[in-house]
Structures are given as C-alpha cells and as structure tokens.
C-alpha cells in the first residue's frame, strides 16, 4: 500500500500548469554508506492527474494499493534542497499498481537488483522464521 501525502503543481512542455499526487510507500530501514548505521525511510513518486486543487487536497491520506519500485534510468542531475549540492543520480521511484497487468510487475521488478532488498535483510540479526522440517 502507498499513501497519498500531497500534491504539487507542475508545468507541462507546453507551459500549461497541471498536478501531480505525491506517493509515499512504507517505512523501510536502509544502511548508510557513511557511517553504516541503518536509518528510517519511505520511497516516494508522483503520478500526473487530470484533479483540480480542491480533489487533490480531499485525496491526501487515501491509500492506494500498489507500491514504489526503483526504476533504474539515464543518469540527470539532482539537486538536495536542504543543502543546494548537486548529484548525479541513475535511478527514479515509480508506482506500481497492484492490478497492474502482470508483465508490467514483471518488467518492473526485473529492473530491480538484488542490493535493493539486501540492506533491510543486513539489518536483522536473528532470522526472521525458522521452519523445523520433520
């Protein structure tokens, strides 16, 4: 399940504004490559809308079945906020939604890598189940 937690308003090639919906899927524990301390995080998107203000601000808080996976893509630059420093990146998040047709999910989830579940498995130190086989 992701979650809608807002909305911004974007301009089109054309200069026409619309708005996207902002997604955030659950809470997922990563390792920091800096100080190999796992930290709190959520993968977000956005997905374009034909909504006006006033039904995208009625939506923030619905939940939407689906999730949020890691698109690898062509690198672009990106710029932190917080700090003005830019970087260079080679991957977006994307939606997904669960009644997406099957070669989608599957297309989708073979662009993922086997590092991005890893970081969360590291992160436990006892197994999650055991199975006692008789």
């Known amino acids: 399940m992701v ?9 089109s090639e054309d200069g026409d504004a619309f708005l996207v919906l902002e997604l955030q899927g659950g809470i997922e524990f990563v390792k920091s490559q800096s100080s ?3 930290y709190a995080t959520a993968r977000k998107a956005t997905v374009t809308s034909t909504f006006d203000e006033a ?20 690198p672009y630059e990106y710029v932190i906020e917080d700090t003005g420093e ?3 990146l080679s991957h977006r ?4 939604p669960e009644d997406a047709p ?9 662009n993922s890598t086997i ?3 890893v ?9 999650i189940f055991e199975v006692e086989l008789d």
């Open 102 to 110: 099957v070669e989608t999910q599957e297309e989708e989830m073979s």
């Open 86 to 88: 830019v970087i260079e």
């Open 36 to 38: 190999n301390n796992f």
């Open 55 to 74: 039904t995208c601000k009625a939506l923030i808080g619905a939940e939407l079945p689906g999730n949020i996976i890691k698109q690898e893509c062509e």
């Open 3 to 11: 979650r809608i937690v807002n909305y911004k308003e974007r301009l």
């Open 93 to 96: 998040y994307q939606y997904i």
């Open 119 to 127: 970081d969360v498995k590291e992160a436990v130190d006892e197994p």
């Open 115 to 117: 590092e991005d579940f």
